[in-house]
């Protein structure tokens, strides 16, 4: 079992700054995927950062050159930087693990609402 808290989230207004923060415990394998989906209303959860032990990092097109992922490996954190926010970032963002080969686990999501 691993568990996940995250912390961060808010209102933000349009070109603002949010950081989110989740923290991985329980039985951490040495090699994983931490990173971040997001979900907005009435949506599919999709993809916004992940990084792997390796340093391997993906993102979203969207949010490519506005959000930076960064992880602390023996602190078992991941943090999500998010700049230059705009609406439809308004979404639940869920810290995610993953394990080679089908281990999923998934926090309780942050409510992000980007809104003048």
């Known amino acids: 079992q691993v568990r996940l808290v995250e912390s961060g989230g808010g209102l933000v207004q349009p070109g603002g700054s949010l950081r989110l923060s989740c923290a991985a415990s329980g039985d951490i394998s040495r090699f994983n995927t931490l990173g971040w989906y997001r979900q907005p209303l009435g949506e599919e959860r999709a993809l916004v950062a992940v990084?792997?032990?390796?340093?391997?990092?993906s993102y979203a097109d969207s949010v490519k050159g506005r959000f930076t992922i960064s992880r602390n490996l023996k602190d078992n954190t991941v943090d999500l930087q998010m700049n230059g926010l705009k609406p439809e970032d308004t979404a639940v963002y869920f810290c995610t693990y993953r394990q080679y080969p089908n281990i999923v686990y998934w926090g309780q999501g942050a409510q992000v609402t980007v809104s003048s």
């Open positions: 990084m792997t032990t390796g340093g391997t990092e």
